[in-house]
């Protein structure tokens, strides 16, 4: 690697990333995570004047995966921590002097649901017990009381204004498809029956509100300002809706004419309105919605991903949202809902670059019916329905070009037209890069999510083979001599899978914090990903045992024809690092060579990845160590600090 691959290669990884930006409560400020000083740290923001203030001092997680919460006054901010990247969670609070405590600490993981306007009222997820459960915390005299008592994840837990009732989503169905919208009173606790001190639920507690068909999945998303009303999601019809529960009447409004997946977000003060997000192919869009007239409309906004901030406005009125496109790092925009015109309050960092050095993406779609034209070795399927895949391409100008293949993770997920420092990366050592959107990706409806039940490993791999067949087929610049798979997660899962299902495919594969096998990752994942990602997609283990030896990667292990790189955070409790060291002694038991048939990667201090810039660097330098070695590089056409 030459001295000006090396620069653009680090300034990519230093590039300052901000996320979860929070107003206050009188939306005066806006809190941010920010790594603009190489650590990321909570900052303050003018949106008035754009200054910026840094708040913390190394209190807040290096990662900045899991986000935080204003006290209902606008003088702590609520935030996880964790050890090293494990996940395992406790909440903390951080004042204005900087000093931080711990406010709830627990066994497992621990997750913020919601902030009490009272001041005194926290719901926070947990599965200190075995499954992720809601549990109120006072504030005043620090005791935590369990609220729900599922076998099934406890999700989206909302408290009512008057903090009296709370809605939440779990699934109390023999159906795993099912979801189903509860509200339950505060102040009984997950033992009791009957009324208590406070109650403000009549009837059954808690109670279904019975919002779709069984098999169908519905949420709660917020409370109305007056506590009559509850914004809720459903996709009983296919599409994502979005509707209002009216608690007098027991009926649900709906929203939209389904054309398009959408997703309910929050109220606007007063309660006459709300907004949402729309997903159309690759890109998203925030919608506003006129409670009374049912009247929406799109905001004013260029193409790409524009996704909503935080549920609480500006002090003048409007609202925040993060924007960006394949060329264009996220910026933070206040945008006035009444003149539909907007500005940008915190621009995006560039660094050396500047948005013209980056390659953009074209949006395509391709036909599949789950069975390439590439040998299957394997499983040998026959063709499934032949659906329409989305998929996204990265043209490197590289001639002639590598492909990766990087299949997103999930699996309920979606590939956006948003930017990516790891895509830009690949694409600046002269890579061309493809992203696909096999079936059960979201963004299309309940039906294509499901398409996925039953078959990991199935169709959804052949679609992201058949979108690679299509390119290759497509640009006869692209080198058929060098193509990669390279995915995390569920993405490395579908790595594996692709190098053992289609060898014949690929020329050299990256597996990175991936799935390999599944009756492993069945006993060893956190509570709620075995029940609503293991059991949910695949059946519980010991009733289908065929179909998880079948679609175990490191079943069928001495199918792997390309040399693969192994890499896993040894702190990820979602994916644990057995995982890979199953993968790898299956390859050494094989009779594969360490270092020369594959290689092997683990990542203390991490987790399920990391945001962090350290851990970035660390792992584009794997990354392109790996393939200068097995496939080829080009030093980068934009050099760091060129024009």
């Given at each position: ?40 740290q909570?900052?303050?923001?003018d949106?008035?004047?754009?200054a ?15 986000g ?6 606008g ?25 931080a ?58 408290l ?28 009984r ?28 999945e ?12 509850l914004?809720?999601?459903?996709n ?22 389904g ?28 919608v ?18 524009a ?18 496109t ?27 670059f ?58 309920r ?7 990516g ?57 692209l ?27 690929y020329d ?59 890499v ?76």
């Open positions: 690697m030459t001295d000006t691959a090396d620069d653009t290669l680090r300034a990519l990884a230093e590039l300052p990333t901000m996320a979860h930006p929070a107003p206050t409560p009188d939306g005066d400020e806006v809190a941010l995570y920010y790594d603009i000083d190489g650590r990321n909570l900052y303050l923001l949106p008035d004047t754009g910026l203030e840094q708040w913390s001092d190394g209190q807040v997680p290096k990662d900045a995966r899991h935080f919460s204003w006290d209902a006054d003088d702590r901010v609520f935030f996880h921590r964790d050890e090293a990247g494990n996940e395992q969670n406790d909440l903390y609070v951080i004042d204005r002097d900087g000093d405590e711990p406010v709830v600490e627990m066994d497992g993981q621990v997750t913020l649901q919601s902030v009490g306007d009272d001041g005194e009222t926290l719901l926070v997820g947990s599965n200190a017990d075995g499954q992720m459960n809601v549990y109120r915390h006072d504030l005043p005299s620090g005791e935590t009381t369990k609220l729900t008592d599922s076998d099934r994840a406890v999700w989206t837990a909302e009512s204004p008057d903090c009296t009732r709370f809605a939440f989503m779990t699934n109390a169905a023999d159906d795993y498809d099912n979801a189903d919208v509860f509200v339950a009173s505060v102040a606790s997950a033992t009791e029956s009957g009324p208590a001190a406070g109650d403000d639920v009549e009837g059954e507690n808690p109670r279904n509100l019975e919002i779709g068909e069984t098999g169908a519905a949420a709660p998303a917020d409370w109305h300002p007056d506590g009559d009303a914004l809720v999601s459903d009983t019809p296919d599409k994502g809706r979005c509707g209002v529960y009216d608690f007098d009447a027991d009926e649900v409004t709906w929203f939209g004419r054309e398009f997946e959408e997703t309910p977000a929050f109220f606007l003060p007063g309660g006459d309105r709300f907004l949402a997000t729309r997903s159309r192919d690759a890109e998203a869009v925030p506003v919605y006129d409670v009374d007239s049912g009247e929406g409309r799109e905001l004013d906004l260029p193409g790409g991903v996704s909503l901030a935080d549920d609480t406005p500006l002090a003048d009125g409007r609202v925040l949202i993060q924007h960006t394949p060329t264009r790092r996220p910026e933070l925009l206040a945008y006035d809902l009444d003149a539909d015109e907007y500005e940008t309050v915190l621009d995006a960092e560039y660094g050396p500047s948005p013209d050095d980056f390659a953009d993406a074209e949006y395509f779609t391709v036909e599949s019916d789950g069975v390439p034209e590439t040998p299957q070795r394997a499983v040998d399927h026959d063709p499934y329905d032949e659906l329409e895949i989305g998929a996204i391409f990265y043209d490197s100008g590289e001639r002639p070009s590598p492909l990766v293949v990087n299949p997103h993770g999930g699996p997920h979606r590939d956006t037209l948003s930017f420092y790891r895509t830009q990366f690949l694409l600046s050592r002269g890579f061309s890069v493809l992203q696909v959107n096999y079936r059960g990706s979201t963004g299309r409806g309940r039906e294509f999510v499901e398409e996925l039940y039953d078959d990991w490993g199935g169709a959804e791999q052949g679609d992201v083979a058949a979108a690679a067949e299509h390119v290759l087929a497509e640009y006869d610049w080198d058929d001599d060098a193509v990669v798979v390279y995915g995390g997660s569920y993405g490395g899962y579908s790595a594996y899978w692709q190098l053992v299902q289609f060898p014949d495919l050299a594969g990256v597996a990175w914090v991936g799935v390999s096998d599944l009756f492993d990752m069945a006993e060893n994942t956190m509570p709620h990903f075995r029940s609503e990602l293991m059991v949910k997609y695949l059946g519980e283990p010991d009733e289908n045992e065929a179909l998880y030896e079948e679609r175990s990667p490191v079943t069928h292990v001495d199918n792997l024809a390309a040399p693969l790189l192994v896993h955070g040894v702190n990820d409790r979602r994916v644990p690092v057995s995982q890979a060291r199953i993968f790898r002694d299956a390859l050494d038991d094989a009779g594969y060579e360490a270092g020369d048939d594959y290689e092997y990667e683990e990542l203390g201090e991490e987790g399920h990845g990391s945001s962090d810039i350290d851990d970035k660097l660390r792992s584009l330098e794997l990354l392109d160590d790996f393939f200068e070695r097995r496939v080829g590089t080009v030093d980068a056409d934009v050099a760091a600090g060129d024009d």
